[in-house]
């Protein structure tokens, strides 16, 4: 049986600097018109950081969910920016760390039903703390938090972003 979707007719509603929305016209594999509602995102990087038993964890409100969120460290993708460099940036710029060795784990499509977002993940190895420059409208708090800590926050949902718990799952299940 064949999956894919054919794309007859982009159509863009809104185009943004952090997002662009499209209601595509499509051909299904049967032959059907149809829609496709899509947010097109240039995608992120996030990096987990564990030394001495802790992990390196960022508080931070976040608007749409009108809560404080424990995340790892990320951000978004600048035009043309290497996700490694991305992962290494919003490392020194949220936290202060500075990381001389830094290995991809995999990538993360967070929603495939709607939007084209990957999110890279990594992990950053000797580190060095350095300072913390955010950015002009961020506000959020770093800090090391301990390995048993992580796991009952898991349990207990304090952790609910998708990037960090698969990170974290995934750095869990590979323990050594």
Request: proline share 3%.
């Given at each position: 049986m064949?999956?894919?979707e ?5 159509n863009?509603?809104?185009k943004g600097?952090?997002?662009s ?6 051909t299904l ?15 992120g990087?996030?990096v ?5 038993g802790?992990?390196l964890?960022?508080k ?6 009108k809560?404080?969120i424990?995340e790892?460290p990320?951000?978004?993708l600048?035009?043309?920016?290497d996700?490694?460099e991305t ?8 936290c202060?760390?500075k ?8 990538d993360?499509y967070?929603t495939p ?14 580190l060095?703390e350095?300072?913390?420059?955010l950015?002009e409208?961020?506000?959020l708090?770093?800090?090391?938090v301990e390995?048993?800590?992580?796991k009952?926050?898991?349990k207990?949902?304090?952790i ?7 990170a974290l799952l995934?750095?869990?299940?590979n323990?050594?």
């Amino acid at each position: 049986m064949e999956f894919e979707e054919r794309t007859s007719k982009i159509n863009y509603i809104y185009k943004g600097k952090i997002l662009s929305l499209r209601r595509d016209d499509i051909t299904l594999p049967d032959g059907k018109d149809a829609v496709r509602e899509i947010v097109e995102h240039s995608g992120g990087s996030t990096v987990l950081c564990v030394k001495d038993g802790k992990v390196l964890l960022v508080k931070q409100f976040r608007y749409a969910y009108k809560e404080v969120i424990w995340e790892l460290p990320a951000g978004k993708l600048n035009a043309g920016e290497d996700p490694k460099e991305t992962a290494l940036r919003e490392l020194e710029e949220e936290c202060g760390i500075k990381a001389s060795r830094i290995e991809k784990l995999f990538d993360v499509y967070p929603t495939p039903g709607y939007t084209n977002e990957i999110i890279r993940i990594y992990r950053a190895y000797d580190l060095v703390e350095t300072n913390v420059h955010l950015d002009e409208d961020e506000f959020l708090l770093s800090e090391w938090v301990e390995i048993d800590r992580v796991k009952d926050m898991i349990k207990n949902g304090e952790i609910k972003d998708g990037k960090t718990l698969i990170a974290l799952l995934y750095f869990f299940a590979n323990e050594k």
